[in-house]
């Protein structure tokens, strides 16, 4: 499903950009419900804000909270990426809503943990990967990622804090693409000068061996995990499982 182009860019550059995988009813379907749950969760108190001034949100565990996006995290080429990535029997990490409001501050670059907690030399192989859905337009203007070609080769370098890299790019397109990052890639949102909120979902991923960032088995409903495909449930972490692979 990834042509020869698609893996030499995630080989080579560390991410990739899946233009207009998601087709324009989804989209409009899945950013109407990211910000119905981050409108809910500020009313009651259970918003997850950050910057100091509250202009970025995250929604977290988003397979327990529709349908659409237990369809929308077994989107075929996206996974086929991860797959290419972290291997077949990856699982995923988190998925949650991502939210620049207005006047959201540049976030600087970074590699995606567990990544950063570890010595150096890092692995040459990936362990992390992330998809960032467009549900907006990305551009300059309104926080586009900002990612470092090859920067996931830089196997002892991490980032530095307030340095401008020549090689950084921000990575424009148009709401229903899928941007695709290496979690060694140096990365990071960029500021938000609009006057309009931009809208993303993160689907993070990690090797089956590694502790996700979240434990959907713990979570989600019994009503999620009863009508659960087989690639869901493999997502959910049944596959990771020790007890259940002797």
Same mark, same amino acid.
């Given at each position: 499903m990834l042509t020869i182009s698609d893996k030499s860019q995630l080989d @080579?550059?560390? !991410?990739?950009?899946?233009?207009? @995988?998601? %087709? +324009? @009813?989804t989209t409009t379907q899945l950013r109407k419900r990211a910000l119905e749950l981050a409108t809910a969760e500020q009313k009651a108190g259970k918003g997850h804000t950050y910057f100091p001034n509250g202009s970025a949100q995250r929604v977290w565990n988003l397979i327990d909270k529709g349908e659409i996006f237990e369809e929308a995290i077994q989107q075929p080429k996206m996974l086929a990426?991860?797959? #290419? @990535?972290? *291997?077949?029997? /990856?699982?995923?990490?988190?998925?949650?809503v991502n939210i620049? #409001?207005?006047?959201? +501050?540049?976030?600087?670059? &970074?590699?995606? #943990?567990?990544? =950063? *907690?570890?010595?150096?030399?890092?692995?040459? !192989?990936?362990?992390?990967?992330?998809?960032?859905?467009?549900?907006?337009?990305?551009?300059?203007?309104?926080?586009?990622? =900002?990612?470092?070609?090859?920067? &996931?080769?830089?196997?002892?370098?991490?980032p530095e804090a307030d340095v401008e890299y020549e090689d950084e790019q921000q990575?424009?397109?148009?709401?229903?693409?899928?941007?695709?990052?290496?979690?060694?890639?140096? &990365?990071? %949102?960029?500021?938000?000068?609009?006057?309009?909120?931009?809208?993303?979902?993160?689907? !993070? !991923? /990690?090797? =089956?061996?590694l502790k996700p960032q979240q434990d959907h088995l713990k979570i989600v409903s019994e009503e999620v995990i009863e009508r659960a495909t087989p690639t869901l449930k493999r997502l959910l972490g049944f596959n990771s499982l020790p007890s259940l692979n002797t």
């Open positions: @080579l550059n560390g !991410f990739l950009l899946l233009e207009n @995988l998601i %087709s +324009p @009813l990426a991860m797959e #290419y @990535l972290l *291997g077949a029997d /990856c699982t995923l990490s988190s998925f949650t620049l #409001y207005p006047n959201a +501050p540049d976030a600087g670059l &970074h590699i995606d #943990y567990p990544l =950063s *907690g570890l010595p150096t030399p890092r692995p040459n !192989f990936p362990m992390v990967a992330n998809s960032v859905w467009f549900l907006d337009d990305f551009t300059l203007e309104n926080g586009a990622t =900002s990612c470092v070609p090859a920067s &996931h080769l830089r196997l002892k370098a991490l990575i424009c397109g148009s709401r229903g693409s899928v941007l695709i990052v290496n979690g060694a890639v140096w &990365h990071g %949102s960029s500021e938000n000068r609009t006057d309009k909120p931009r809208v993303a979902l993160l689907g !993070f !991923f /990690c090797r =089956s061996i």
